[in-house]
């Protein structure tokens, strides 16, 4: 009896709350449109102000880890989705997101490239020359002095090693046995990698794995003014990462989930995203923000690989990269 | 039967119903979506994996049996002496268990940067000594001095009197405060990612790394199942004798805690300074590292925490410190109370602590995905409630509060009851005058303790969506993803600022 009446309290209760909740979901005039995005996204102040005025919807954004936390969580109610229009999804995470059905379209809204950062100063201190290529990270001289990421934990660690994979093709196993020996360091993400073994934060490698657009963000983020960035970027080591943008199949809102989709595509917004979010638009109406025409780096021919290759293979690789390093 | 007993009676069904919403359920729609007999017997005869369950559970044994070790002196001086900041101190200890595994272990990293796995037991070691502390302690302090004042007048020898005066009265509490540990071990994730490089890993980081890198939530779910298996497994055997509900013919819990011990002073020190060292030694890597920028001291760190510079990767530093607070004491008051019904309502004490320990047996992956799929639907459609944070918070505090209360509850004596009836006080009034003066200590640390878990949890809170509402670690972990020595720096003073807010408030407490 007692905990029938509890049963029957939660339910009414619990039936209020959505209510609440479940009074906008006609698409006539919504109030409200949804943005889910990785904890990372951080768009700047007031950035959505024209997007309300001109439709009265506000933008609500929600964070849910990074990005393949995001993803996961997505996929296992695809179809019913938290939000409506979702920011995010990379190259190395769109054919799973694809096979699960997750959005009705999709379209790349940002991208950048994980390359190899190096110390300027270290380097020019020991009289070093800065290597140029991959092949170069396996010489002697260059022992003991990069720091990368776990590919099967991190992100920039994945790219890292996909970047290897499209350069070397079927040798790309032969290529990591001679950099495993060369000492590399291997953290478990990039917060550990950049901000605890990389010189520049006290750490003994003077290379690491991280951003093209990082050097940029050493100066948008220095505590003093300074004029030119400590580190660089060996731009022959890049992999390009691109960042899509899609309405969520399920929604209730499809109109507006369309138009936040083009106001994130469209200049105002995309102009904003360089020092916001550290990435490059892919509007080529957008100007660039000084900074970044000075310091960041965006190779013309990248490294890359098909998203549906990338699917195809991940596992297998990831697999035989830790058969390699452990 | 009296009113009270019939109260608790009819609220036990809150806790019961409490974690079958938040806990049972979720995590039930898990594994009937996703786990097949097929997955189950691949995960178990793939041989990659075996590596992985032995490191989990030697790392576990020997993480515990350290602590415990270290542990157990500084509970005795702190319970048992009051000394030169021994108030303070016990706020000390307790501070790492608060902090996001993220600052311990990156603490840990800045002193050891190449030993993962001394690296992982020490930072489980300074983890869950405060678990040690706070579930031992006021049990021991509940012991009267005056029986180990007699068997040494009798000639016994201090380790003798602690085999057979002390030991039995805390036997119950140790075993309890040990299995947490295992278990805190066992499922670490946080300490293990950062520490154990890529050679070592853990069940809960295996099923991380499927359900959450390689999309495979098949073998993550039948991981988690078997994970949840041999965790519940050492849960029964760890408890099985733990029904001896030791009576404490008298207690005094002023009177204790004075300085009686027959042994010199110099010995109480060691005991309880040499363990501290070991424990806070991450935490002071810590905060020097937010003074130090560029090889030199600097305060820019705190200025910059709240002069805006943090508001470019979406830290506002009041906001994310004042709705950490507020889950904490939501978190605090919903854990305590439950626990306080569980452990007044003695008669099925066992069924219902066992139960409350099961959010212990099963990750934090397997629950977060657990409450995406659960609440998806009206009119449970929760998953993107901001109360649902604090709500998880509290289920997964909800052990630690009743393995604090329920002893404490458990060792007030029957005959103080009767006295006070036959002195004429109803049950209220005996509530109100003996119980809750004696369980005030108890109180107060399970509070303290459920709040600490709130500010400090990362796991699950990592897997509910947010809109604007960052906890502490969550703001640490954003300002330290991003390049730049201001945000860095930022991350260090914020942690550095809990550390010494926290410090504050256990030695309050």
């Given amino acids: 009896m007692r905990i029938h009446r509890f049963i029957v309290g939660v339910v009414v209760i619990s039936a209020l709350v959505s209510c609440t909740s479940a009074s906008d979901s006609q698409d006539d005039n919504p109030k409200e449109v949804i943005l889910m995005a990785y904890d990372a996204f951080t768009p700047e102040k007031g950035i959505f102000d024209d997007f309300t005025s001109s439709t009265g919807a506000q933008v609500k954004v929600v964070t849910a880890g990074d990005t393949g936390t995001m993803v996961s969580k997505a996929i296992l109610t695809s179809g019913n989705p938290e939000a409506d229009v979702m920011w995010g999804i990379d190259n190395t995470l769109l054919s799973r997101a694809q096979n699960a059905d997750l959005l009705v379209s999709y379209e790349p809204v940002d991208e950048g490239d994980v390359c190899v950062n190096y110390d300027k100063k270290w380097f020019a201190d020991q009289k070093l020359d800065v290597p140029t290529t991959l092949e170069e990270l396996t010489q002697p001289a260059y022992k003991k002095l990069l720091a990368i990421q776990d590919p099967v934990a991190s992100s920039p660690g994945l790219a890292f090693l996909l970047g290897t994979i499209s350069l070397f093709g079927d040798n790309w196993k032969s290529y990591w046995k001679q950099l495993l020996e060369n000492d590399v360091r291997i953290s478990a993400n990039w917060t550990t990698a950049y901000t605890e073994d990389f010189t520049i934060y006290g750490g003994t490698y003077p290379m690491v794995v991280s951003y093209g657009s990082s050097p940029p963000a050493e100066v948008f983020y220095s505590?003093?003014?300074?004029?030119?960035?400590?580190?660089?970027?060996?731009?022959?080591t890049c992999f390009r990462q691109t960042e899509y943008v899609g309405v969520m199949r399920g929604t209730n809102n499809p109109n507006i989930a369309q138009q936040l989709v083009n106001y994130l595509l469209a200049k105002k917004f995309q102009e904003s995203i360089p020092l916001s979010l550290f990435v490059f638009p892919v509007n080529k109406d957008a100007q660039l923000p000084q900074l970044f025409r000075d310091f960041a780096v965006r190779p013309e021919k990248p490294l890359t690989m098909e998203p549906t290759v990338i699917d195809k293979n991940r596992e297998q690789w990831l697999n035989e990269w830790r058969s390699l390093a452990l | 039967m009296n009113g009270f007993t019939q109260i608790i009676r009819r609220l036990q069904v809150l806790p019961l119903l409490f974690l079958g919403v938040f806990f049972l359920w979720p995590v039930a729609s898990m594994l009937a979506r996703y786990v097949r007999l097929s997955t189950l017997s691949d995960v178990i005869t793939d041989h990659s994996l075996r590596g992985v369950w032995w490191f989990t559970l030697w790392q576990a044994a020997l993480s515990t049996l350290l602590t415990l070790l270290v542990g157990l002196p500084i509970t005795w001086a702190l319970s048992r002496h009051k000394f030169l900041f021994s108030h303070f101190m016990t706020g000390l200890v307790t501070v790492p268990f608060l902090m996001p595994a993220v600052v311990i272990a990156s603490g840990v990293r800045a002193i050891l940067p190449n030993s993962p796995v001394l690296g992982?037991?020490?930072?489980?070691?300074?983890?869950?000594?405060?678990?040690?502390?706070?579930?031992?302690?006021?049990?021991?302090?509940?012991?009267?001095?005056?029986?180990?004042?007699?068997?040494?007048?009798?000639?016994?020898?201090?380790?003798?009197?602690?085999?057979?005066?002390?030991?039995?009265?805390?036997?119950?509490?140790?075993?309890?405060?040990?299995?947490?540990?295992?278990?805190?071990?066992?499922?670490?994730?946080?300490?293990?990612?950062?520490?154990?490089?890529?050679?070592?890993?853990?069940?809960?980081?295996?099923?991380?790394?499927?359900?959450?890198?390689?999309?495979?939530?098949?073998?993550?779910?039948?991981?988690?199942?078997?994970?949840?298996?041999?965790?519940?497994?050492?849960?029964?055997?760890?408890?099985?004798?733990?029904?001896?509900?030791?009576?404490?013919?008298?207690?005094?819990?002023r009177l204790n805690q004075f300085s009686s011990s027959s042994l010199p002073k110099i010995v109480v020190y060691l005991a309880a300074y040499i363990p501290l060292i070991v424990v806070i030694t991450p935490l002071l890597a810590v905060i020097a590292r937010s003074f130090i920028l560029n090889n030199r001291f600097s305060f820019s760190g705190y200025a910059w925490l709240f002069d805006g510079s943090t508001s470019q990767v979406g830290i506002n530093t009041s906001t994310t410190l004042s709705t950490s607070l507020v889950f904490a004491v939501i978190c605090a008051f919903i854990a305590t109370s439950l626990a306080l019904i569980i452990g007044f309502s003695r008669s099925t004490q066992w069924a219902i602590s066992t139960v409350t320990g099961l959010p212990l047996v099963v990750s934090a992956v397997t629950l977060g995905l657990g409450i995406i799929v659960t609440f998806q639907n009206s009119p449970f459609a929760w998953r993107s409630e901001k109360w649902l944070i604090p709500v998880i918070h509290a289920v997964i505090s909800l052990p630690l509060a009743v393995r604090i209360l329920s002893p404490a509850i458990s060792a007030i004596p029957h005959d103080l009851h009767d006295a006070s009836a036959s002195l004429g006080a109803d049950t209220w009034r005996t509530l109100w005058r003996i119980d809750f003066p004696l369980l005030q200590p108890a109180i107060l640390r399970s509070l303290g303790l459920c709040a600490a878990v709130s500010i400090g949890e990362f796991g699950a809170t990592s897997f509910l969506t947010r809109s604007g509402a960052e906890t502490i670690p969550m703001a640490i972990s954003q300002l330290l993803g991003h390049p730049g020595d201001v945000l860095s720096q930022a991350a260090y003073a914020l942690a550095t600022l809990c550390i010494v807010g926290l410090s504050i408030l256990f030695s309050v407490l």
């Avoid at chain 2, 009265?169 to 071990?185: K, Q």
């Avoid at chain 2, 199942?225 to 099985?240: E, H, K, P, T, Y």
């Fill in chain 1, 223 to 236: 505590e003093k003014p300074i004029s030119e960035p400590p580190t660089g970027v060996i731009e022959s």
């Fill in chain 2, 120 to 253: 992982i037991l020490w930072a489980h070691l300074a983890f869950n000594v405060a678990v040690v502390v706070r579930l031992v302690g006021p049990r021991w302090a509940l012991l009267d001095p005056a029986m180990e004042h007699t068997s040494a007048d009798l000639g016994a020898s201090p380790l003798r009197t602690f085999i057979y005066v002390v030991w039995p009265h805390i036997r119950t509490a140790v075993r309890n405060a040990s299995s947490m540990v295992f278990l805190f071990c066992f499922s670490s994730f946080a300490v293990i990612a950062i520490l154990g490089g890529i050679s070592r890993r853990t069940i809960e980081s295996e099923i991380f790394i499927q359900a959450v890198r390689l999309g495979n939530v098949k073998t993550a779910t039948a991981l988690a199942a078997l994970q949840a298996l041999v965790v519940m497994c050492i849960l029964f055997f760890g408890s099985r004798h733990t029904s001896d509900t030791t009576d404490i013919s008298s207690i005094n819990v």
